[in-house]
C-alpha cells in the first residue's frame, strides 16, 4: 500500500485554488498532495522580436523553486546569475505544452507569460505546474477578453500533466517524492481533452520496462489526466 492508503493507479488529493493573487490576470495555486505551486498568468502588448508583424502571439513561461521549497535550503537561483538546466528545461516544456491549448493567432500579437514558482515540493512538480497553469492561463484570458484585448477566444480546449512509473514492479500513478526516488521508470505524460498526447517525457532510472509495463503507464496516466480534466472543469465552473 502506497503512502495515505493510495492505489497503485489513484492520484494524490488534488485541489485548484482560482484568483490566489490579486494582481495577476489569472492566477491559482495548484496543490497535488504535498507538492504546492503558484501559477500566476500575465498579458504583455508585445510579442518577441521574431514574431512582429507576423500577426500571432506567443506563450511561455518561466519555473522556479523557493529555497525551502525542499528538505533542505536552496540557494537562489538569481543569486548564483544563472539558472539551473532542469530549470530550463522545465520551463520550456510548461510554455510547450501550454501553447498546445491556445490558438496563438488569436492572441493577436500579445504574450502571455506563466511563472510557475513552487511553494513546496513533493514530487511530480512540472505536472502540477502545467495542470494548474492551465488553470491560470484560461482566467487570464477571461481577464482579457473582458478588457477587449482579444476580440476571440483563443483557448483550443484542456491540458493536464501527470507522472506515472514503475516502482517495485509495479506500475503507479502520481508519484511523489519518496516514490520517485526509488522508481525503476519514471515518465511524465501531458494529454488534451481528446485523449491526444502532447508530450511523453520517459527513461529508465534503475532496469529497463517491458512494452506491456509501457501500455500499463500509458494507461494508468491517460485515465489519471482525464480525472484532472473533469477536476479543471470543475474548478473553472464556479
Same mark, same amino acid.
Given at each position: &500500500?502506497?503512502?495515505?492508503?493510495?492505489?497503485?493507479?489513484?492520484?494524490?488529493?488534488?485541489?485548484?485554488?482560482?484568483?490566489? *493573487?490579486?494582481?495577476?490576470?489569472?492566477?491559482?495555486?495548484?496543490?497535488?498532495?504535498? #507538492?504546492?505551486?503558484?501559477?500566476?498568468?500575465?498579458?504583455?502588448? %508585445?510579442?518577441?522580436?521574431?514574431? !512582429?508583424?507576423?500577426? %500571432?502571439?506567443?506563450?511561455?513561461?518561466?519555473?522556479? &523553486?523557493?529555497?525551502?521549497?525542499?528538505?533542505?535550503? &536552496?540557494?537562489?537561483?538569481?543569486?548564483?546569475?544563472?539558472?539551473?538546466?532542469?530549470?530550463?528545461?522545465?520551463?520550456?516544456?510548461?510554455?510547450? @505544452?501550454?501553447?498546445?491549448?491556445?490558438?496563438?493567432?488569436?492572441?493577436?500579437?500579445?504574450?502571455?507569460?506563466?511563472? @510557475?514558482?513552487?511553494?513546496?515540493?513533493?514530487?511530480?512538480?512540472?505536472?502540477?505546474?502545467? *495542470?494548474?497553469?492551465?488553470?491560470?492561463?484560461?482566467?487570464?484570458? !477571461?481577464?482579457?477578453?473582458? %478588457?477587449?484585448?482579444? #476580440?476571440?477566444?483563443?483557448?483550443?480546449?484542456?491540458?493536464?500533466?501527470?507522472?506515472?512509473?514503475? @516502482?517495485?514492479?509495479?506500475?503507479?500513478?502520481?508519484?511523489?517524492?519518496?516514490?520517485?526516488?526509488?522508481?525503476?521508470?519514471? &515518465?511524465?505524460?501531458?494529454?488534451?481533452?481528446?485523449?491526444?498526447?502532447?508530450?511523453?517525457?520517459?527513461?529508465?532510472?534503475?532496469?529497463?520496462?517491458?512494452?506491456?509495463?509501457?501500455?500499463?503507464?500509458?494507461?494508468?496516466?491517460?485515465?489519471?489526466?482525464?480525472?484532472?480534466?473533469?477536476?479543471?472543469?470543475?474548478?473553472?465552473? #464556479?
Amino acid at each position: &500500500m502506497r503512502a495515505n492508503n493510495r492505489q497503485a493507479d489513484e492520484l494524490r488529493e488534488v485541489t485548484f485554488t482560482r484568483h490566489y *493573487t490579486c494582481h495577476a490576470e489569472g492566477s491559482v495555486l495548484v496543490e497535488f498532495g504535498r #507538492t504546492r505551486i503558484l501559477c500566476n498568468a500575465s498579458i504583455e502588448p %508585445k510579442v518577441p522580436a521574431f514574431l !512582429k508583424g507576423k500577426g %500571432k502571439g506567443w506563450l511561455t513561461a518561466e519555473y522556479g &523553486m523557493l529555497p525551502r521549497a525542499t528538505h533542505g535550503r &536552496m540557494r537562489r537561483e538569481a543569486a548564483q546569475s544563472k539558472q539551473a538546466g532542469r530549470t530550463v528545461e522545465i520551463q520550456r516544456l510548461i510554455g510547450r @505544452c501550454l501553447r498546445a491549448a491556445v490558438d496563438l493567432k488569436l492572441l493577436a500579437e500579445k504574450t502571455i507569460i506563466m511563472d @510557475c514558482d513552487v511553494l513546496q515540493a513533493d514530487g511530480g512538480t512540472r505536472t502540477a505546474a502545467i *495542470t494548474g497553469a492551465y488553470i491560470a492561463l484560461v482566467d487570464a484570458v !477571461k481577464t482579457g477578453m473582458a %478588457k477587449g484585448m482579444f #476580440t476571440q477566444d483563443p483557448i483550443i480546449g484542456p491540458i493536464a500533466a501527470i507522472s506515472v512509473g514503475v @516502482c517495485e514492479g509495479t506500475a503507479v500513478l502520481d508519484l511523489d517524492y519518496a516514490e520517485d526516488a526509488i522508481a525503476e521508470t519514471d &515518465m511524465n505524460l501531458v494529454m488534451n481533452g481528446k485523449g491526444e498526447y502532447i508530450e511523453i517525457q520517459g527513461t529508465a532510472e534503475g532496469q529497463p520496462f517491458s512494452a506491456a509495463q509501457l501500455e500499463r503507464l500509458l494507461a494508468i496516466g491517460s485515465a489519471g489526466i482525464a480525472r484532472l480534466i473533469a477536476l479543471q472543469q470543475e474548478a473553472l465552473s #464556479t
